[in-house]
């Protein structure tokens, strides 16, 4: 089987070099992988580089208008909950003109898969800088999302196809909405190839350990410490901890020598029985179609 077969390449405009080769790649792959009947799979895009996705992939798809593309996802979901529905945004989009149909999406954790390309500036209008572009007033995209209620959030590269694969796969296996932050290099107004370093891999129940450094927390503050083979006081990830996950996600904030985290930042833990999930999901759609939830 060919697994990038859902891609039209002959139809893809962006630039040589660009991040989102890869990223479409490996969606294009995971979709095969899951085996989801084609006709079900919708991919729903706003405005911007990034947003041209549905263009170049052989699959339903919608491209929106500016910040609008997660109303119009949850409209989607919501008229057919067989639907597997992924959002494409990029930061310009999502956190700007986008950002409280965003926040009101995750707050609803409507049931689709959410996919923010951030390379920090507006690619289409000549990269001009958005509110993710690195600098010290920069929007904390990962923790505004924990303190909208995400029920899934994780960051992944654009250049590491295996840790993307991975992230897009549990993401869509999420019953919510699924947040995922992908860095993605813009080679032509913010190449940032060279500045993504300093990473640390998160993996559920493991210590965080990278570079033969670890990282250590002493009275709720992140401390970096060479790693030795002292076990004892290193930080072990809980995905299921949103205590710790917002201070994962404030390390640039905390100190700019700590590492970029990438992987399952925080995951609502949810219930075991998976009936009763769809029954109350189903509800909440009912909810929803009567109007008796606060839009
Ligand atoms: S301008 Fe940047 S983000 Fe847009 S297609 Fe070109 S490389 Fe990609
Ligand atoms: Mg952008």
Redesign the pocket.
């Known amino acids: 089987m060919n697994n990038n077969n859902y891609i039209i390449y002959n139809k893809i405009k962006?630039?040589l070099?660009?991040?989102?080769y890869s990223i479409i790649n490996q969606l294009s792959k995971i979709l095969n992988i899951l085996k989801i009947k084609k006709k079900y799979i919708v991919i729903v895009s706003g405005i911007g580089?990034?947003s041209r996705l549905p263009y170049y992939i052989n699959l339903k798809g919608v491209h929106t208008i500016h910040g609008r593309a997660f109303s119009i996802a949850t409209g989607i979901k919501l008229s057919n909950n067989k639907f597997n529905v992924w959002v494409i945004t990029g930061d310009g989009d999502s956190f700007s003109i986008g950002l409280k149909h965003l926040l009101h999406t995750i707050r609803r954790n409507i049931n689709i898969n959410i996919l923010i390309f951030n390379?920090g500036i507006y690619?289409?209008t000549k990269?001009q800088k958005s509110y993710t572009y690195n600098n010290n007033n920069s929007f904390n995209i990962i923790s505004l999302m924990l303190s909208s209620g995400a029920t899934y959030v994780a960051r992944t590269l654009y250049n590491n196809p295996i840790n993307l694969r991975k992230i897009l796969l549990s993401a869509n296996k999420h019953i919510g909405t699924s947040c995922i932050e992908i860095i993605?290099n813009?080679?032509?107004?913010n190449n940032i190839k060279d500045k993504i370093k300093n990473i640390l891999y998160l993996k559920n129940n493991s210590y965080l350990i990278y570079n033969n450094k670890c990282i250590i927390l002493k009275k709720n503050k992140p401390i970096i410490k060479i790693f030795n083979t002292n076990l004892n006081n290193i930080w072990t990830h809980n995905i299921y901890n949103l205590y710790k996950s917002f201070i994962l996600s404030n390390f640039n904030k905390i100190n700019n020598r700590l590492p970029i985290p990438i992987g399952i930042i925080y995951k609502k833990k949810i219930a075991k029985n998976k009936k009763y999930i769809k029954k109350k999901y189903i509800n909440d759609i009912k909810k929803l179609f009567n109007k008796n939830i606060i839009f």
């Open positions: 962006w630039c070099g660009c991040g989102n580089c990034s390379n690619a289409l990269g993605q813009c080679p032509i107004y």
